[in-house]
């Protein structure tokens, strides 16, 4: 296991993805801030932030209480290692009574993983449940904004451990979602996803760029980093066209577009590394805020001008300006991930003028 980062990462200058989890490191050189393209950063179940994890439990759901939607299996059953191939498989939940609750559940096939550890993934889990709950939510943590307590919301109707032998996590079940695009398959762009709709409409990707930087501004507002911040990280609907979930009874500020998922490379950060990892989390941000305004002006081709084409180009155009000063050469001159959900919300709202005042680029 390494126990120390040598200081020439700092002269990596290409370097984008660094995944050193379940290592046993204490701390990282100061010349990493130096490596200024690093944009994704992994360092779970290291003692540099095990740490400061809290101690939280997630509460137990038995096993007995969930089964298979699709065959009506018991998750108990040997066969549904099989079953959950993918690692995530839509189950019912028994709620003692006649009903029955939708949900999904994801299946930890190993004890260890590429990204970090599916332990800390759960734990974290469990944070934001606590956090993003309005009726749990303690000092001195700040209270999230209404759009920040939506992005999150996915893990907070339905959550708990499930062990059958291996460890399992239950989680909401968002219908008619995917992946607002899906993973590279070449080596060109092997850190950008592939966006494969033909076109959407500009109010949903603005929506979704909303939602996205706000569902990260609350995570660092309670010391975790996403740690892989990507298009085929963010659920959205199937249609591009209809939002995640609408306001309900909770101070929504509006519809929810897009919600983070796979926290299997969060981790929980100490102050001292705050600046740094947030620098790179706002640096991926802008990569992704980068594909979506290039995606909005690819889209927005063809021969015949059009209102809708020039919209596109509008939006493109301010989307690609904040994707500018998220990444910024130099890590400290970067704006604050609250300071850029605020601009995309109020590009959102109320127009690239707006925007403009509230993250000058």
């Keep these: 296991a ?26 990282l050189p100061p010349e990493i801030s130096n490596a200024h393209n690093l944009a994704w950063l992994a360092l779970s179940a290291n003692p540099l932030v095990s740490r400061v994890k809290p101690k939280l439990a997630a509460p137990e759901i038995a096993t007995k209480r969930l089964s298979l939607s699709s065959e009506g299996a018991n998750l108990a059953d040997p066969e549904f290692g099989g079953a959950a191939n993918d690692g995530v498989v839509p189950a019912l939940l028994d709620a ?3 009903a029955e609750t939708k949900v999904a559940v994801k299946y930890f096939r190993s004890g260890l993983g590429p990204d970090g550890d599916p332990e800390d993934e759960v734990l974290i889990g469990a944070a934001l449940v606590r956090h993003a709950s309005a009726t749990d939510h303690p000092a001195p943590v700040k209270q999230p904004e209404p759009g920040e307590l939506g992005v ?12 059958w032998p291996r460890l399992s996590t ?16 070449d080596t060109v762009r092997i850190l950008r996803g592939r ?10 990707l603005l929506g979704v760029a909303a939602d996205v930087s706000s569902g990260l501004a609350f995570m660092h507002s309670l010391g975790i980093a996403h740690g892989d911040v990507y298009a085929h990280n963010l659920l959205v609907r199937k249609d591009h066209e209809s939002p995640i979930e609408e306001p309900a009874g909770k101070g929504g500020d509006g519809p929810v577009w897009a919600k983070l998922f796979d926290f299997g490379a969060s ?6 590394l705050g600046e740094m990892v947030e620098a790179v989390e706002v640096r991926a941000l802008g990569l992704l805020l980068r594909d979506m305004a290039d995606f909005l002006l690819v889209s927005g081709q063809g021969d015949e ?10 939006a493109a155009r301010h989307l690609g300006e904040i994707a500018n000063a998220c990444a910024l050469k130099k890590p400290s001159e970067r704006p604050k991930i609250s300071a850029v959900a605020h601009a995309l919300r109020k590009l959102r709202d109320e127009g690239s003028d707006a925007a403009a005042k509230a993250l000058p680029v």
């Design 2 to 27: 390494l126990q120390s980062l040598p200081s020439e990462v700092g002269l990596l200058s290409s370097l984008e993805l660094l995944r050193v989890p379940m290592n046993s490191l204490w701390g």
């Design 96 to 98: 003692g009574t006649e």
């Design 152 to 163: 999150c919301e996915q893990l907070c109707e339905q959550f708990g451990l499930a062990r």
């Design 170 to 185: 239950v989680i909401k079940l968002v219908e008619d979602a995917a992946p607002l695009a899906k993973k590279p398959i």
């Design 195 to 204: 966006f494969e709709t033909e076109q959407v409409p500009v109010a949903f």
């Design 267 to 272: 981790f929980f950060y100490p102050a001292e």
């Design 305 to 314: 001008p059009s209102p809708e084409k020039a919209e596109a180009a509008k």
